[in-house]
């Protein structure tokens, strides 16, 4: 499964962004798949995950309420939506697909991974 972030950008705070992962090759509609995000010299960490059908997510504290991720298994996408952006948000967000149905906020149970859009929020 070869995955495909987009939707990344430079906001102001407050603002809201809606990011896109897309599946080429294959589908990952039977997949978890989870967002994580990396902030320049920090270690990668985990954001969100959402199951194979959609029926269960997951979030950080630091995005609960201000973060929704969604599927569309027909159109083959997930998606998340972030309201409320601060500073503390900026990083390279990556999607991440798993060959399990439930997620999980461990990176390392993620095999398949996006390249990664570019999220800067300044204040």
């Known amino acids: 499964v070869q995955l495909q972030a987009c939707g990344g950008g430079l906001v102001q705070t407050g603002a809201s962004l809606k990011l896109s992962c897309a599946a080429s090759?294959?589908?990952?509609?039977?997949?978890?798949v989870g967002w994580f995000r990396q902030a320049p010299g920090k270690e990668r960490e985990f954001v969100a995950h959402?199951?194979?059908?959609?029926?269960?997510?997951s979030y950080a504290d630091s995005v609960k309420g201000r973060f929704t991720i969604s599927r569309d298994r027909a159109k083959n996408k997930v998606y998340l939506q972030m309201n409320s952006l601060n500073p503390e948000d900026t990083a390279v967000y990556y999607c991440?697909?798993?060959?399990?149905?439930?997620?999980?906020?461990?990176?390392?149970?993620?095999?398949?991974w996006g390249q990664g859009t570019l999220v800067t929020v300044s204040s």
């Open positions: 991440a697909a798993s060959r399990t149905s439930y997620g999980s906020t461990q990176y390392t149970q993620y095999q398949y």
């Open positions: 090759a294959r589908t990952f509609s039977n997949n978890a």
């Open positions: 959402i199951s194979w059908n959609g029926g269960s997510t």
